[in-house]
Every structure is written in structure tokens, then in C-alpha cells.
């Protein structure tokens, strides 16, 4: 009998609905979920696995947790979905506004990457402006604009990542290395006026987590302001992964717009973008801007959401995830070390990234230039395990609420036995 596997491979792309989810950069078969529970994913084999994937970053409270259930099954009851208004739209705009810095107005969408081709094109709409400015290695959804492969050297002209990119789209894309000043200086000497918007993760976290170098978010602030281009600060893995409010609230930003989704969808299908109101109001049916969605704001999802953040809003949430999360990537490079494996690691709030390169990793470059095979050993090591990691070296891992003292004590044990065989 064929496999699902097998039959999904006839069907789908690649067998997925999304391209990292095939190991296709760690070679091997996915496993196929049954269902999640706190820290654990079963698979249709009855394996249980420790998951640091936890859908790439928005179950912050872990798999089906209580409170989040109850409230969909709840709303589910009433209906899923109406084409108007709804009282849970305007309480996740208002607490959405309360938490994040910046945030006067939003605009619920249906995901991270419908989130920035909205806030782009506001920038474009309020600037006059067609250029945007991106760094190397982040990614911002699958947008045309996005999909611009970072270059080497100081600044690159756009050349699309994707086929059916239109060239003359791609070119309007510029591209800098993640944390390069001078890089990014000398772009906005040279095109600065043509430049509607730098978009950018506060923390990076799609080539791994890597942090900001002091100094880096505020010459972008200082220089978007002098040259009159909008500040997009894409906080849709770190709005409430890395605080209350994301790190936005965390490194006291002041964005122009942000983008968010991931957490505050709770593993539904959420994206949001907003900013100054003065930006906001261009949006349709206030403004010109246009933009739209059928499902946008979805009551079910809103119910989701806002019972997470609801959830997750007490005053030690975050210093508890951070502390648990530090732990478990001090120990991993302490442990690789002990067994003489170059390891290093980023960590924040609920991120970390294990790199196998001496030094933590400051930008995609680096990132590159870490051993990608031993990784991959990691990796399969791990889900034999049953521990399953992003099954990237340029992905994030997310520790969540649900992973406990003895979760985390498991995962370190289960490294032990796999670093030793590397
Ligand atoms: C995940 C992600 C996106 C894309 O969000 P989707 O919901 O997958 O479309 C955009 N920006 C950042 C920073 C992300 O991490």
C-alpha cells in the first residue's frame, strides 16, 4: 500500500504545502502528524516527539492548549466566518494598539506575507516611492518585492530569488547585509530619496536567530527619518515570541508600520499590519490604498488569538520562557562543547538557534559559512531521538510554555547521545 508520503508526493509540490516542511535541506522523509499536546507532536506511526518546531513559532502556550480550544470551539458553535463586523475585531485591534509601540490603527489580514505586501505598499502609497530596502537573508513572506536573493558585497541590485519574479519588480528591491552600517549608509547616500521603506526583522530569525548589533536599529531609524523613508518593522516571528509587544516594545522602536501574525493567531491562519494613523488612514475604504480579504479578521481565528494573549499576558510569562530558553541553548553548546563540537547559539525571549560555527553568527554570511552537514546529523539524530528541530540550519527553534523543567532535561540528555556520535 502506498504511503501517504507516497500518494502526497503525486499531489502536492513536493509533497507539501510548504517547502521546508519536506526536509528537502536535510534529506529524509517527514513524519506525518496525528495530533499535538503540549511540547509533544504524534505521528501517524504513534511516535511522540519534543518539538522545538511548534509551527514555526506561534504556539507559544504549546499544542491544543485549554483555554485557546475552548475558545474555538466556542466561537465555532456561532458560525465561522460572516463578511462583517464582529466585537472580537475591534478587542484584538485595541489590545494589539495597547502592546505594541507605534501601533495607532491595524488591519487584521490572514498572514504574515499578506501582512507585508500591505504595509509595502502603504509605504509606497504614502512616500510616492516605488524602492525598498531589505537585508540579506530575511525573509518577509513570498511576496514578488521579498523574494530578492541577498548579494554579496555591500549593496546588490535586486535579482529575483524565485522564477516569476518579473525582473522590473525585483530591481526596486535593494539588499544589505543584516547588521552592516556602512552597507546601509552608503545605499542611502547614493539612492536614500527613492527609498519608500527599509523592511526588517527587529531580530532576524529566517536564516536562524540572529540578533541586532548595538547600534544597528537605531542608524536605521535615525537614517529612514533623514531621507523620508518609512521604518517597517516586521515583527510577525517576534511580536509576543520575544516580549509583550515584541521586541519593538522590547528595544523601545519606534517603527512607521509593523507587521505581525504567528502568535497572535495562535496556529490559525492571522496576519495584521498597522502603524502611525496618519499612514493607516490611506488604507481603503478611508484611502486610497487598496486592500482587502474575505476572511480578514475571521471570528474564529480573533477567538483564537486573542485567548492566547490573554493567556500569556502575566507578569512572569516572558522572564520564565526566556530563562528556559537560554537554559536550553547554554546547555547545548555547553554539552557540543564538552564533546569537542564546534557549537554555538542566539537566543531570545522564546528563540534560539543552534549553529555549528565557534562563533554566534551576525549575519546570513555567517550563517552560510556553519557546518551545514553536521547539522543535518543533528537533526536526524535528534528525531531518532524523538526530539524533532527545524529541519533547516536557517531556521528558528521555539521553546515554548508547555516545555517543561523535565522536557528540557530530556532534550539535553537525548543531545548528549547525538552529540556524541557527531
Ligand atoms: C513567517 C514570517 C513571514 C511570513 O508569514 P506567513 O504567515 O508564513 O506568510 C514574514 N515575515 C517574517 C519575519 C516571518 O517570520
Known sequence: MESYWQRAQNVLPGGVNSPVRSFKGVGGEPFFVKRGQGPYLFDDQGRQYIDFVMSYGPLILGHAHPKVVAAVSEQATQGLSYGAPTDLEVEMAETLVQAVPGLEMVRMVNSGTEATMAAIRVA?????????????????????????????????????????????????TLTVPYNDVDALRTVFNAVGDQIAAVIMEPVAGN?????????????????????????????????????????????????????????????MPVGA?????????????????????????????????????HEIHQPDFYSQLEQKTRTLAEELVARGRAHGIAVSANTIGGMFTLFFSDMPP???????????????????G?????????????????????????TIQATLEAADRVFQQL
Open 124 to 172: 509606497r502609497g504614502v512616500t510616492g516611492r516605488d524602492r525598498i530596502l531589505k537585508f540579506a537573508g530575511s525573509y518577509h513572506g513570498h511576496g514578488d518585492s521579498l523574494l530578492v536573493k541577498a548579494g554579496s558585497g555591500a549593496a546588490t541590485m535586486g535579482v529575483p530569488d524565485s522564477l516569476g519574479v518579473p525582473k522590473a519588480l525585483a530591481e526596486l
Open 207 to 267: 536564516m536562524g536567530t540572529v540578533l541586532p548589533q548595538p547600534g544597528f536599529l537605531d542608524t536605521v531609524r535615525q537614517l529612514t527619518r533623514q531621507y523620508g523613508a518609512l521604518w517597517i518593522v516586521d515583527e510577525v516571528m517576534t511580536g509576543f515570541r520575544v516580549a509583550w509587544g515584541g521586541a519593538s516594545r522590547l528595544f523601545g522602536l519606534e517603527p512607521d508600520l509593523v507587521c505581525l501574525a504567528k502568535v497572535i493567531g495562535a496556529g
Open 273 to 309: 499590519y498597522g502603524g502611525k494613523k496618519s499612514y493607516m488612514q490611506e488604507v481603503a475604504p478611508l484611502g486610497p490604498v487598496y486592500q482587502a480579504g474575505t476572511l480578514s479578521g475571521n471570528p474564529v481565528a480573533m477567538a483564537a488569538g486573542l485567548a492566547q494573549l
Open 362 to 380: 551576525r549575519n546570513f554570511d555567517e550563517v552560510s559559512h556553519s557546518d551545514h552537514a553536521r547539522y543535518r546529523k543533528f537533526f536526524h
Open 382 to 406: 535528534m528525531l531518532e531521538q524523538g526530539v524533532f528541530f527545524p529541519p533547516s540550519p536557517f531556521e528558528t527553534a521555539f521553546p515554548s510554555w508547555a516545555h517543561t523543567e523535565a
